[in-house]
Each structure stands twice: as structure tokens, then as C-alpha cells.
């Protein structure tokens, strides 16, 4: 099992900290560098959550396993990664993040389905939460990169070049403990896909949806919102590493918690923390309620995100992967929603300040109303799943 726990935790860190989340820190270096127009950093947010929801759409009907998918993936993210020091135009730029939100998705479905397979077959599904603490330590490490690398004269393009070989050296371990790994592989996904979505999972489908919506604008825009309050990349940089370690450490907590309280209660309280840590930067601009906000939306968006996953495994387990890809293409299209919502209300409202604190306090409210509806599926099954 440490095997298994190892490859996975490096998978999700290379797939989800580098490549899905290192554009937020580089966000403001790249508009620091002159290098986006006004709206260009949440189109290329945007563009990169399309791939991602395709990505979870495409997984479920690839004729590769689990494993190889996981494998492709990695050395996908690393090229890409490596691509966004070399490209120079927006239209490149949104191309290499689209691609690179194909391959998350399918790092996350393929390891999510590896990874839980294994741990369950050897009795040990608790350690699911090591695991998904991977997706915090990538975001905690390509901060503390960013942060650390982001010295003066040093360009946003080399902090991607430098990225990329970072991303490297993670694939590189990982790839050999997944060459080495005794765990069993799951059959090829296209034959998992023929199995059936479960009699009422749409309105779960769904909330994974709203959560998606609701957790990517702070995960998008704090390390700019804390840009807007201070410009010493030594400052506003903090918000993404604490982020990260807040999502790795509550996975951990998450897997203990979970064994004496059902899912569904969880994922309410979880939406309800979410949704105070969106609105607090606009209710209080200063860097102390980001850095609040930081670990509000860091610590409950991976325990969401572990949630949905057990949730849908423990509802399909037989045949995972089907159900895995349509939750996870609800989320990313409520990813997808987010900034352009954020977008679109710039182009009604002059400040583009004020669209941003109207679309982060529809999220929250969202997400309060998800946690609602949670709340009274939980009802449904008081027991611990």
C-alpha cells in the first residue's frame, strides 16, 4: 500500500497542483509582465476548465486502464507545462491550458479509480485521504515555487520553464512506482463504461456541479486579490502555498472524520465553510481575510472533492469510472461557468472589482443552498457510508 499511496499522492500533486492550479500564482506575474489583456486571465482559466470537463467526459470511454491513463497523463502535463515558458500569444497560451485540463481530468478520474480500487480491495479505504492529500501538496508546492522563484527580473515565462522541470521530477518517481506497483489495475475504462449510471445520483451529479461553481473563483483570483492589496510577490504569494496546505491537511483530518459521520453531512458543513470563505475578501478586503479565505476554501474544497469520489465509487462500485466522469464533467463545467460569470458582469458593470464580489457572493449562495439539499439527502442515510 505505500506503493500505492506514493504513486497516487504524486499523480494527483503533478496533475492537480501543476498542472490544473499553478496558472493562479502565476496569474498576477503574468499580468505583473504585461503579457494578458484585461479579461485574458479568466479566459485562459476557462479554457483550461473546458478541457478539464471534456477530459472527465473523454475518460470514462478511453481504451486504456486506469494505469495507463495515469502514466500518459503525467508526461503530458510535464510537456505542457514546459510549452507555457515557450508560447507567447494568448491564443497558444489558451490551447496549452485547454490540453492541460484534458489530462488532469483524466489523472484525477484514472487515480481516483486506481487508487481507491486497490485501497479497498486490501481493506485499507482510508487511506484515501493520503491519497487525495496529494492535490494540497502540488498546490502547497508550485506556490512555495512561485513564491520562492518569483524574485525580481525573473519573467513569468521562466517561472513556467522552471515549473515544468519541477513537474518533472515528480513524474519521474511516480512513474516508476506505477511501473513497479503490485497493486491490481482496473480493466481498460471503455469497458467500464458500459455500466449504468445509478437510479438517483443526478441530484449528487449536480451538486458536484455547484460545487465546482462555487469553490473556483476564490481558488481562481485570491492570489490577485491579494495582489490588488499589496504588490510585493513576497505578500500576495502567500495566499496559494496556505491554500495548498490547508486542502493537504484536511484530506488527513477527512479520513479520520469520515469514519464516524456520513458523507453527505460532511459535504454540507464543508459548502458551508466555503461559501463564508468566498465572500470574505469582499466583506473585508484586507490580506489577514484572504489569508482566512485561503484556508476556509483550501480546507474544505479537497474534502469535497474526496467526498464526491468515495460517494460515486461507493454507488457504482462494480463500475466506477462512468459515474466518476459525470461527476466530475458537472464540476468542471461549474468551473467553466465561474469566470465567465465573473467576465460577463465586467462587461455590464464598469468595475471590474465589483463584478468579481457579485459573482463570488452567487457562489456562496450556491453553495449554501447545495448544502441544503445535502443536508436532506443525509437524511436519507443517517448512517456512515
Known amino acids: 500500500m505505500i506503493r500505492v499511496c506514493a504513486a497516487g499522492v504524486l499523480a494527483l500533486a503533478l496533475a492537480m497542483g ?23 486571465g479568466a479566459w485562459l482559466a476557462s479554457a483550461n476548465y473546458l478541457g478539464y470537463m471534456l477530459g472527465a467526459a473523454w475518460a470514462a470511454s478511453l481504451p486504456l486502464s486506469a494505469l495507463r491513463q495515469m502514466q500518459a497523463s503525467m508526461l503530458g502535463i510535464v510537456l505542457l507545462t514546459l510549452g507555457m515558458g515557450a508560447a507567447h500569444t494568448l491564443p497558444a497560451w489558451a490551447v496549452l491550458r485547454f490540453a492541460a485540463g484534458v489530462l488532469s481530468a483524466w489523472a484525477l478520474v484514472a487515480t481516483s479509480a486506481w487508487a481507491l480500487q486497490a485501497l479497498a480491495r486490501s481493506g485499507r479505504p482510508a487511506l484515501a485521504g493520503v491519497v487525495y492529500a496529494g492535490v494540497g501538496l502540488g498546490i502547497a508546492a508550485a ?61 449528487l451529479v449536480l451538486c458536484y456541479g455547484v460545487f465546482g461553481f462555487g469553490y473556483i473563483l476564490p481558488a481562481t483570483f485570491l492570489p490577485a486579490l491579494a495582489r490588488s492589496l499589496v504588490d510585493d ?45 468566498a465572500v470574505l475578501p469582499s466583506v473585508l478586503p484586507t490580506l489577514y481575510s484572504i489569508a482566512l479565505a485561503a484556508l476556509l476554501v483550501g480546507g474544505t474544497f479537497m474534502i469535497v472533492t474526496m467526498i464526491g469520489m468515495q460517494e460515486a465509487r461507493a454507488r457504482a462500485p462494480h463500475a466506477p469510472t462512468a459515474l466518476l466522469g459525470r461527476m466530475t464533467s458537472a464540476f468542471a463545467l461549474g468551473q467553466i461557468l465561474g469566470p465567465l460569470a465573473a467576465a460577463a458582469l465586467s462587461w455590464l458593470r464598469i468595475d471590474a472589482a465589483a463584478a468579481l464580489d457579485v459573482a463570488l457572493w452567487i457562489a456562496a449562495l450556491g453553495l449554501v443552498a447545495s448544502a441544503a439539499v445535502l443536508r436532506r439527502l443525509a437524511a436519507c442515510a443517517p448512517h456512515p457510508s
Open 18 to 40: 501543476i498542472g490544473r492550479f499553478a496558472f493562479t500564482p502565476l496569474l498576477p506575474l503574468m499580468v505583473r509582465d504585461g503579457l494578458l489583456p484585461g479579461n485574458g
Open 143 to 203: 506556490g512555495l515555487f512561485c513564491l520562492l522563484a518569483a524574485r525580481p527580473g525573473v519573467g513569468s515565462a521562466r517561472l513556467w520553464l522552471e515549473l515544468g522541470l519541477l513537474a518533472a521530477l515528480m513524474a519521474a518517481p511516480a512513474l516508476l512506482l506505477l511501473g513497479r506497483s503490485a497493486a491490481p489495475a482496473l480493466p481498460a475504462a471503455k469497458a467500464q463504461a458500459g455500466g449504468a449510471i445509478p437510479p438517483g445520483s443526478g441530484v
Open 233 to 277: 510577490p513576497q505578500r500576495f504569494g502567500l495566499a496559494w502555498p496556505l491554500f495548498g496546505l490547508a486542502a493537504a491537511l484536511s484530506t488527513l483530518l477527512a479520513a479520520w472524520l469520515l469514519r464516524h459521520a456520513n458523507r453527505l453531512r460532511v459535504w454540507s458543513v464543508c459548502n458551508l465553510l466555503m461559501a463564508l470563505g
